[in-house]
Each structure stands twice: as structure tokens, then as C-alpha cells.
């Protein structure tokens, strides 16, 4: 685990010699314990981890990386964790990849962030501290709907067999 933002290898999935899920998790936490919690539970879990400590790092490990999911909390130094989801939605590299927002700052629960969360581009939310069960299927779930996301997004772009696209002129 590095808290430089180095990819690092997936561990056993559930203690067991399990091959890795061939996913890799982007989380952009500017509190190295919380990092250091989610990557070791991800990685646990068989999951690769990437780790950004800032917005701005955030930004660059996904295009770069370009990971399954970003972990993003959204209080965050240099560029906070709104804005840099709102950079990652708007960029043709990284907009398909589905982001958890993370936050401690949920002074009512869900209810006083989703909708702003989710206008901001963010797939799932959680108000920290959550548990390593609540984590892990909130990661399952987002990344499922982004899965059907990306297939229905390639299903409709792609011509059928046999037809043409209609040409203006």
C-alpha cells in the first residue's frame, strides 16, 4: 500500500487464494488512517487500490490510471472532492467511471447532501464513519450500475447489422 498513489497489488479476496477482481479503486482521502482503512479493506476484499491524498492528486491518478471507481471524500485540500468530480464528469477520459462520494460532514444523515451530490456527477454517497459492510456493498453497487451504464452507453452507439446510419444531406 503506498500513500503516494502507487497501484498496488490485490490480496486475498475473503482469506482465501482467490484471484483478484481485476478491479482497481481510486481513494482520494486527505487523512491517511481513512485512506489507509479503505485501501487495506478494498484490497482485502480483492480489489486493486490507487490512493490520492488531495482533489488535484485525485484528478491526475484517474486519468491516469483511469480506475473502476473513485472513493471520493469531498472535503478535501487543494481541490476539494466536489469540484474535482465535477472535472472528472466533464472529461471524455474519466467521465464513464463511476464515483462514491464520502463525507463526514452529512449533518442530517443522506437527506441534506444526495441531491447535491448527485448533481455534482457523484454515483453513491456515504456519510462517514460507515461500516466495512456498508462500504463494500456500496462499492458492489455503484460499480454494477456503472457497469450497465457503460453497456447500454456501447449498445447505443453501436449500429445493428445490417442497417445504416441515416446521412444529412
Not at 466495512?132 to 460499480?143: G, Q, R, S
Amino acid at each position: 500500500m503506498s500513500a503516494h498513489g502507487d497501484v498496488l497489488p490485490a490480496g486475498p479476496m475473503n482469506g482465501s487464494s482467490a484471484p483478484a477482481r481485476g478491479v482497481t479503486v481510486l481513494v482520494v482521502d486527505d487523512y491517511e488512517d481513512n485512506r489507509q482503512m479503505y485501501a487495506e479493506l478494498l484490497t482485502y476484499a480483492g480489489f486493486s487500490v490507487v490512493e490520492a491524498c488531495n482533489g488535484a492528486e485525485g484528478i491526475v491518478s484517474a486519468q491516469l490510471v483511469l480506475p473502476d471507481l473513485v472513493i471520493m471524500d469531498l472535503s478535501l485540500p487543494v481541490i476539494d472532492g466536489w469540484e474535482a468530480t465535477r472535472r472528472l464528469k466533464r472529461d471524455d477520459r474519466t467521465k464513464h467511471i463511476p464515483i462514491l462520494a464520502l463525507t463526514g460532514h452529512a449533518p442530517e444523515g443522506l437527506a441534506g447532501h444526495s441531491q447535491s451530490v448527485e448533481e455534482a456527477g457523484c454515483d453513491g454517497f456515504l456519510a462517514k464513519p460507515c461500516s466495512p459492510d456498508e462500504l463494500l456493498e456500496m462499492v458492489e453497487t455503484v460499480l454494477d450500475r456503472g457497469r450497465r451504464n457503460r453497456r447500454d452507453a456501447e449498445s447505443a452507439s453501436i449500429p445493428l447489422a445490417g442497417t445504416r446510419r441515416a446521412s444529412g444531406g
